[in-house]
C-alpha cells in the first residue's frame, strides 16, 4: 500500500510538473515519511550505475557479461503500449522476487542464469525504474549487432533507445572518468570476469567443482584483470576463506564502515582516499543467495559435502555464516592518475 500510495503522488507530480525539463524529482525518506525535491540530475542514474552495473555495465565486452545490459532489460520490458507505472511496478516485483516464470527475457535466463535475489530498498528500485523509463540508457557498443544477430529488427518502445557508448572487445578509455568511475569500472569488470568463469563452472559440473576452480584460479584472474587495468586488486575480508585475502587495519575499518551502511539499509557509494597520484579505492562486496552455496550456514543452504570440500581445501576457512545481503568482504584497488 506504501508503495502504491507513493508512486500514485510521484506520477501526479511528474504530470503537473511546472519545473526546468533538466530537474528530476528525488525520493527520499524521513522519519518514515516520504519526501520529494528537485534536483539537477536524476538520482536513478547514480543508483543504477552503483547497484545494477556490478552485474550489467554497458562497458563491459560481451564476452565477460555475466548478466543483460540495463538497455536490453529496458528494451524487453517496455513497449508502446507500457505505462510508467506498469513499468515501475514490474521492476519492483522482480526485484523482490526473480523468477522463471515472471520474466521476459528467457534467452537471458538460458545465457546468464536466473538472477539472485539481493535486497535492495524500494525507493532505489523506484528511482532506478524512474530514471530507466524516461531517459536513454547507455548500451554497449556490440548490443546493436548482437540484438539484430539474435532477433532482427528492434521493436518499437517509449523513451529513447540506448547509444553504443560502452566497450566492445577492448577496454573504455578511462581518460574521461572521474577516480570513482575508473574504481568502479576495474571492480565490476574484475567481477564480471570471475563470475563468468565461476557460474561457468557451477553450471557444467556443480558448486564442488567450482571451489577447485575457486582455489586454483581465482588470485591469477584477479591479478591478469589487474594487469589490463594497470593497478593493484584484490578483494579482501575480515572472514578470510584463504588467508592472502584477509583485510589489513585500514581496509578492516572501510569493511566495518560499509557493515553499518548495509545493515541500515542505506546508499553505498565508493570510498576513495587520495596518497599522491595514487588512488586507493574501496566498494563492498556483499552476498547473495548464489554466495551461500558457498558461504552460507553449514546444514542449510551450505550442503555437509560442500562443506568437507572446504575444509579439505581451506583448513582455517572462516567465510561461512554469512546470510543474503552482507557485507562478506571489500574491493581494494590501487591505481595512479595517468
Known amino acids: 500500500m506504501k508503495f502504491l500510495a507513493t508512486l500514485f503522488f510521484i506520477m501526479f507530480l511528474t504530470g503537473c510538473n511546472t519545473h526546468n525539463k533538466s530537474e528530476y524529482l528525488a525520493i527520499t525518506e524521513n522519519n518514515g515519511n516520504t519526501e520529494l525535491e528537485f534536483d539537477q540530475e536524476h538520482p536513478g542514474k547514480k543508483l543504477m550505475e552503483n547497484n545494477c552495473y556490478v552485474c550489467h555495465n554497458p562497458k563491459t565486452s560481451e564476452e565477460a557479461m555475466i548478466a543483460p545490459p540495463m538497455g536490453a532489460v529496458k528494451m524487453h520490458y517496455i513497449t508502446e503500449d507500457t505505462s510508467k507505472e506498469d513499468f515501475i511496478e514490474a521492476m519492483i516485483e522482480w526485484s ?30 523506484l528511482q532506478i525504474a524512474d530514471y530507466m523509463f524516461e531517459n536513454e540508457i ?132 565508493p570510498i576513495t582516499v587520495q596518497m599522491g597520484n595514487e588512488t586507493h579505492f574501496y566498494y563492498p562486496i556483499t552476498t547473495n543467495s548464489m554466495c551461500l552455496k558457498c558461504h552460507g550456514t553449514p546444514d542449510k543452504e551450505l550442503e555437509t559435502l560442500t562443506l568437507l570440500k572446504i575444509k579439505e581445501l581451506y583448513p582455517n576457512d572462516k567465510a561461512t555464516g554469512y546470510n543474503e545481503n552482507e557485507v562478506r568482504g571489500i574491493w581494494s584497488i590501487n591505481f595512479n592518475e595517468n
Open 96 to 125: 523482490n522476487n526473480p523468477s522463471e516464470e515472471t520474466s521476459k527475457m528467457p534467452g537471458a535466463i538460458k545465457k546468464f542464469g536466473l538472477m539472485p535475489y539481493q535486497f535492495y530498498p524500494e525507493e532505489t528500485i
Open 138 to 269: 547507455e548500451e554497449p557498443v556490440w548490443f546493436e549487432e548482437h540484438y539484430s544477430k539474435m532477433h532482427g529488427d528492434r521493436p518499437g518502445m517509449k523513451g529513447k533507445k540506448g547509444q553504443g557508448k560502452g566497450m566492445g572487445k577492448n577496454q573504455a578509455n578511462n581518460t574521461q572518468l572521474s577516480v570513482e568511475e575508473r574504481g568502479m569500472q576495474m571492480a565490476q569488470t574484475t567481477k564480471a570476469e570471475l563470475g563468468k568463469n565461476l557460474m561457468g563452472q557451477i553450471q557444467k559440473n556443480g558448486v564442488i567443482a567450482a571451489l577447485d576452480f575457486c582455489n586454483i584460479q581465482a588470485m591469477p584472474i584477479t591479478d591478469s584483470m589487474a594487469t589490463v587495468h594497470k593497478a593493484h586488486i584484490k578483494r579482501v575480508t575480515d572472514k578470510p576463506r584463504n588467508p592472502k585475502n584477509k583485510a589489513n587495519a585500514a581496509e578492516l575499518q572501510y569493511l566495518e564502515n560499509f557493515k553499518k551502511q548495509i545493515a541500515a539499509g542505506g546508499e553505498v557509494k
